[in-house]
């Protein structure tokens, strides 16, 4: 399976530079099949377009790989997007959540 890792980000927030990297060592880890997409999100009609709310959010295979991205409603090209997994508060998607949403797609 191929698998499409889509990044977005704003300017405000450099966290999806560590988050392209360490999606490049998992998938070379697991010997995957990708490629990483980075989008730049500068406006707010761009946000509401990809349902962006803050940088960097992770999208695989054109889903959002938070949990929490289900509740979200307001979406806005400025700020970070903090992540809590596993009761952590993290500055971007964590290993261990990318991890999860790439074996519930089949990944080992």
């Given at each position: 399976m191929n698998y499409t890792f889509?990044?977005?980000h704003n300017s405000e927030c450099n966290f999806w530079k560590n988050l392209k990297e360490d999606i490049e060592k998992?998938?070379?880890?697991?010997n995957l099949q990708y490629e990483v997409q980075e989008i730049f999100v500068g406006t707010d009609e761009e946000a509401r377009q990809w349902k962006f709310a803050g940088s960097p959010?992770?999208?695989i295979n054109?889903?959002?790989i938070d949990p929490a991205a289900l509740?979200?409603?307001n979406y806005h090209a400025s700020g970070c997007r903090p992540v809590f997994y596993k009761d952590t508060f993290y500055e971007y998607m964590p290993i261990g959540l990318i991890?999860?949403?790439l074996e519930r797609l089949g990944a080992k």
């Open positions: 889509t990044i977005l998992l998938a070379q880890e697991k959010q992770l999208l054109g889903k959002d509740k979200i409603t991890k999860d949403s």
